[in-house]
Structure formats: structure tokens, C-alpha cells
């Protein structure tokens, strides 16, 4: 399958044009496959030098499994859809590189600022550069109390109107899962189980939630993608929900009580808005004594090696 037709692919693009890597450019015209990666985790998810490890991992994770990977930031104002090695470097190690969600990217390229891009940005990038697939850990969602706080991330209506697929382990277990599988279902955003009947939870396997539609290889998601190309209609995006292993998920008991203590610090602290999810996200890894991270890299490394497959098998190849 050719990989997304719709998005301009020039060698010297302006500046809102995605700036492609050599690989990245070849492997288009030439319709083998890509996987876009983000870059949030390695310039703000990680601790430094490990991040960069993580980063080179990665790639070599989509290489291996047949897929060129395409890790995607914005430098210098310009938007990148593969980085070179001085490119993945500078990423993981610069601490002035921010974190840009897609309502950031027209003000970070038109201020020449330079940032790591979250799910919706990597997302929107990704399809506009012409890329069918893109490998993350886990989607923003509902958050918890949205009936007062109205806290929603910015991921869930960018991927409602962009045609890509994305693999992840479900939602962040900090989130509303249920509300969220809502949101998705209002949005028209399918979700596929894959290898499960249950939406994964992040750190954990499953979040005890049902999905609707299961999936066992990589090439029934690309019968779903053509069929969904054929079908036309609004873009949206497919998700596919892929858990962690259950003997590398965290441990569900201490899950749900680490959980429990970092719900009540964040009330207590009166912790609001963008702040909340990174605060929690540290109470987990500091309280679990790093356990948390294992399992969000477990669960990122799975997510490429299949995102790779099924751009593999989108491919025809």
C-alpha cells in the first residue's frame, strides 16, 4: 500500500513543508515502508543520556523489523520528519528544546523555535509528510473530573480529522478510560484490540475496558487501512490498541495504589491543566522506584516493532 498520497513530498519545501531526511524521502518515492516516531519522549520523557540510547533503540527496532524510521521534530523553525544523528542528538540533548503539541506548531516554526513534538503534532506532521503509520507509547485522553476540570487533551480532535494509523498501548491509566473510549467512539475514531478484546492500560495490560473490534496480525490492520481508503469519507485516525506483555506490565496492585496516592497529592497540592499529567507521571516513576518507565518503554519498543510490521505488510512487501 502506498503510503499516504495526499501530503507534498519536496526536496526543498518551505517553510510549513515537513523537511524530510534523505532515507525518509527515498523510502517514499520509492513506497517502501516508514514509521513515524516521536520525539517527546526522548527530549522530556527520559532522563539524560539514557534518552538518546532509547532514541537510537528505537530506530533500530523499525529498521529491523523491514520499516525506515522516521523520528519527527521541529528545529530551528523547521519541521523534520526523520532526523539524522547530529539531528537525534541535539533532541535529546538540548535542555531549551520544547514540547510542541499542534496548536504550538505554527508559532514554533514562525519563531524559529525548536521542540519535540507529542502525539498530535507527530501525528499531523507524519500524515502531511505522506507517512500511513506512526508508533507512540500512549494517546492523551479524558482526564479524571472532566465534568469540572473540562481537561481534554489536544490528541483526541487532531486524530479525529487525520487519516493515520497509530499503534500505542492504549490511554495514559492516569486518564478517564472509559470517558476517553467514549470520546473516540463520538470523534469516529475506530479502535482496533490487537491480539486482545481489552483496551490496554498503559503500564498495564489491560484496563478491564472492552473493545469493539480485535485484530490478530499485522496484516489484518492493513485490510482495516485499505478498507477504510476505499470507503473515503472524512479522514480519521485508526488506532491500534496494543498491550504491554503481561510479565513486563507493572504490577496492577501496585498500579492502582501508587495511582491512588499520586490522585490525592495532586488535590491536595492543588495541581491543575497541563501541569497534571507530568506530575503524576513523576509520583509514578518516583514511587514505584522506576517500575513505571520500564513498562512505558516495554510497551513503546512493542509499539514500533509492529507499527514497523504493519507498514510492512501495508507496503505489500
Not at 540533548?93 to 503534532?121: E, F, Y
Not at 472532566?146 to 490511554?171: K, P
Not at 467514549?182 to 484490540?193: F, I, S
Not at 488535590?267 to 514505584?288: I, K, N
Amino acid at each position: 500500500m502506498p503510503q499516504n498520497p495526499s501530503a507534498p513530498l519536496s526536496q526543498e519545501p518551505g517553510r510549513s513543508t515537513p523537511v524530510l531526511s534523505e532515507e525518509v524521502r527515498e523510502a517514499l518515492e520509492e513506497q517502501r515502508p516508514v514509521v513515524a516516531l516521536e520525539s517527546t519522549i526522548i527530549a522530556h520523557g527520559l532522563p539524560r543520556p539514557r534518552n538518546l540510547d532509547v532514541a537510537r533503540e528505537l530506530e533500530e527496532l523499525a529498521r529491523k523489523a523491514g520499516a525506515v524510521p522516521a523520528t519527527v521534530a521541529v528545529l530551528d523553525g523547521r519541521a523534520h520528519v526523520g532526523l539524522d544523528g547530529a539531528q537525534l542528538e541535539r533532541v535529546a540533548g538540548d535542555p531549551d528544546v520544547r514540547k510542541l503539541g499542534h496548536r504550538d506548531l505554527a508559532p514554533a516554526l514562525a519563531l524559529g523555535a525548536s521542540g519535540a513534538t507529542t502525539v498530535s503534532a507527530t501525528a499531523f506532521l507524519a500524515a502531511r509528510a505522506g507517512l500511513s503509520v506512526f508508533a507512540t507509547g500512549g494517546l492523551g485522553g479524558v482526564h479524571r473530573e472532566w465534568t469540572q476540570t473540562q481537561d481534554e487533551s489536544a490528541d483526541l480532535r487532531l486524530l479525529a480529522r487525520t487519516g493515520i494509523t497509530v499503534v500505542c498501548a492504549g490511554v495514559k491509566s492516569i486518564l478517564d478510560v472509559p470517558a476517553t473510549l467514549q470520546r473516540l467512539e463520538t470523534l469516529g475514531v475506530a479502535v482496533l484490540g490487537y491480539g486482545t478484546e481489552y483496551f490496554p492500560g498503559f503500564y498495564l495490560s489491560s484496563s478491564g475496558e472492552r473493545v469493539d473490534w480485535t485484530v490478530r496480525t499485522p496484516e489484518d490492520v492493513a485490510q482495516v487501512m485499505r478498507a477504510g481508503e476505499q470507503l473515503g469519507g472524512p479522514p480519521a485516525a485508526l488506532i491500534v490498541a496494543n498491550p504491554v506483555p503481561e510479565d513486563e506490565q507493572l504490577d496492577p496492585a501496585v498500579h492502582d495504589r501508587v495511582l491512588a496516592g499520586a490522585l490525592d497529592a495532586c488535590r491536595r497540592r492543588g495541581v491543575t491543566g497541563q501541569a497534571v499529567t507530568p506530575f503524576l507521571l513523576e509520583y509514578l516513576m518516583r514511587e514505584t522506584g522506576g517500575a513505571s518507565l520500564e513498562a512505558n518503554l516495554a510497551a513503546v519498543r512493542g509499539n514500533v516493532r509492529l507499527a514497523a510490521r504493519i507498514a510492512v505488510a501495508a507496503a505489500g512487501r
